[in-house]
């Protein structure tokens, strides 16, 4: 299907009078009531003569979901108080968005759960499809389709199909050029398989910082020049620079990592030279690194940027010794699609429109190409899919600095199962939404655990040893360096209470640690439950198999406001609306 601009629109309006544009699924034939036509949110004009389109972290979320935006997201140092570290009211205010407005639905957290019934589930590729070729009918010639990785893990099929669903999906989606992150975690020989064979002659897979560990020779392309409307325009990859750190070394082991902005001058010097007009990084550094990266190397037009999840309404623009660079990051979930049209004149970009697109499963049909490989890929899978664990009566996410509702039933999932004095759950930033009253599936609990090295595990540590633990993360998720940080959030606890002060340096942010209500001793051992350990372990029995043991013995399960540490440093702080 290929629609003009005005045809779309024009489709999209007459959807909703007729009543196909529907409040909480076709089961309800109330139009939404945006307080404006539905089909705006998706009118931008073109501009200027070459357009990026840019998506990133979807974790191989191929189906429509409801996903919460954070309420906690604390910006320390520097970055305190500016975007990403915005969440709620003070989001709003700082980009001018309407309180109660879809806009303001689909950035924040604010009355979420209303807000969604109201709305809708978002993303998809099927609709992310349509919306993808309605923008490049309107822009001939003009645009790149840009991922910026953590596309092929995230869910049941991608894993069981080790990320081959999400690849072929891309391709038909007609993605130009991608960077990765968990990609790695399917070990280097797959994903070198899917780059020389799955992704040659369609998709450019790039990263300037990832060499051989022993010769330092580059792995993959570090960049690609593409004419766009007779325009040079160069792309240069940038992966996860801390790979081998926040996950498991050994499934890379020939292979080094860094940020190394050195050598992402030196990039950025060579494709100007070689003639491009226009200079993108591809980036999944994370927003708060990406903004360093602009500050120190010149020459980049825009880095568009992924990893930590922000959705971020508008670029940011950083001064550099060259001159201004603009940051964006696009979310995750494939909820958004960023639009950044360039007007280049005389060899450099002159001006720019930007317009972030939240993608709405209720206002966007399905591309009937997509949606018929959607079906045919998870035919196989559908039983396993479809098993019915729960219901839950409380609203379960995952996102924020410290902790969720569906991080907290996995936590009191491994101290029930597991029988643990305190449980450890991973600081992901990935996972659906699911409203209460909702049916616990177990595509839902994979949505939240479908990774390669899931095993669930009981270890004896000391207090010591889990201090040290604690310090470690916090001191990744708050040193005031953001070249020190890895992007995750804090680890998800229970059995264990805390304070944690955000402005001390590493070794003094943990404080008043207590277990049962007893101060943690350094020198007891606790027996501590938890999963995706990055150090090679023996093959046991996967995390999802111990929650849905615990949900099936539950039948319905309520959560309450999952457990937050006791703060200092944080009153008054905009990213933390607790």
């Not at 001939?140 to 990320?163: C, E, H, Y």
């Not at 391709?171 to 399917?186: P, Q, R, S």
């Not at 664990?389 to 907290?408: C, K």
Request: aromatic fraction near 8%; charged fraction near 20%; include cysteine.
């Amino acid at each position: 299907m290929s629609l003009s601009r005005r045809e779309f629109l024009q489709m999209l309006a007459m959807g909703a009078a007729a009543g196909l544009v529907y409040e909480g699924g076709p089961g309800n034939r109330t139009a939404l009531a945006a307080g404006k036509n539905p089909g705006g949110l998706y009118d931008v004009p073109p501009f200027g003569n070459v357009s990026l389109l840019h998506m990133t972290d979807c974790h191989a979320q191929l189906q429509p979901i409801y996903f919460r935006e954070p309420s906690i997201n604390i910006g320390v140092g520097a970055a305190r108080g500016k975007p990403p570290h915005l969440v709620g009211e003070a989001l709003l205010r700082h980009f001018k968005i309407a309180p109660g407005s879809i806009e303001a639905h689909a950035f924040t957290y604010l009355d979420f759960e209303q807000a969604a019934r109201r709305y809708g589930k978002i993303g998809g590729f099927a609709h992310l499809a349509t919306l993808v070729k309605n923008l490049r009918a309107s822009r001939p010639g003009r645009t790149l389709l840009l991922d910026g990785g953590d596309t092929w893990q995230g869910s049941a099929t991608a894993l069981w199909t080790k990320g081959q669903d999400m690849v072929d999906a891309q391709k038909l989606l007609g993605v130009d050029i991608m960077t990765a992150h968990w990609e790695f975690t399917y070990g280097a020989e797959r994903v070198k398989e899917i780059v020389d064979k799955d992704l040659k002659g369609h998709i450019e897979f790039l990263a300037q910082n990832v060499n051989d560990a022993t010769w330092g020779e580059l792995i993959f392309k570090p960049y690609v020049i593409r004419e766009i409307n007779k325009i040079p325009v160069a792309v240069i990859g940038q992966a996860f620079p801390y790979t081998p750190i926040a996950n498991p070394r050994y499934m890379i082991p020939d292979w080094s990592f860094g940020i190394n902005d050195d050598h992402m001058q030196k990039m950025v010097d060579e494709v100007r030279a070689n003639g491009a007009q226009v200079v993108a990084v591809l980036s999944h550094n994370g927003m708060d690194v990406d903004l360093k990266m602009a500050s120190r190397v010149r020459g980049i037009d825009v880095i568009l940027g992924g990893h930590t999840h922000d959705a971020v309404p508008a670029p940011s623009l950083v001064k550099n010794a060259g001159g201004k660079t603009l940051v964006i990051n696009s979310g995750s979930n494939s909820k958004y699609l960023a639009v950044l049209d360039l007007d280049v004149k005389n060899g450099k970009v002159a001006d720019y429109r930007f317009k972030m697109l939240p993608v709405f499963a209720n206002l966007l049909p399905p591309d009937k190409e997509m949606a018929a490989y959607i079906e045919k890929v998870r035919a196989p899978y559908a039983g396993k899919l479809g098993e019915k664990l729960a219901v839950t009566e409380s609203l379960l996410y995952r996102r924020g600095n410290f902790n969720g509702t569906f991080d907290q039933l996995i936590i009191d999932a491994l101290l029930t199962v597991q029988g643990a004095d305190i449980a450890f759950s991973p600081g992901f930033r990935w996972g659906t939404t699911l409203l209460p009253g909702d049916t616990i599936l177990m595509e839902h609990l994979m949505d939240q655990t479908a990774i390669t090295y899931a095993t669930a595990t009981v270890n004896q540590l000391t207090g010591e040893q889990i201090k040290v633990i604690l310090e470690d993360i916090a001191d990744n998720l708050y040193h005031t360096d953001p070249y020190y940080q890895q992007g995750g959030d804090m680890v998800r606890v229970g059995g264990l209470q805390y304070t944690l002060d955000i402005n001390q340096t590493h070794g003094k942010r943990i404080q008043n640690a207590t277990v049962r209500g007893k101060p943690l001793d350094a020198g007891k051992k606790y027996k501590v439950a938890g999963w995706a350990s990055v150090q090679p372990i023996e093959p046991g029995k996967p995390v999802w198999d111990v929650v849905a043991e615990y949900l099936r013995a539950a039948k319905t399960v309520r959560v309450g406001q999952p457990y937050i540490p006791r703060l200092k440093g944080a009153s008054g702080n905009p990213g933390y609306a607790v």
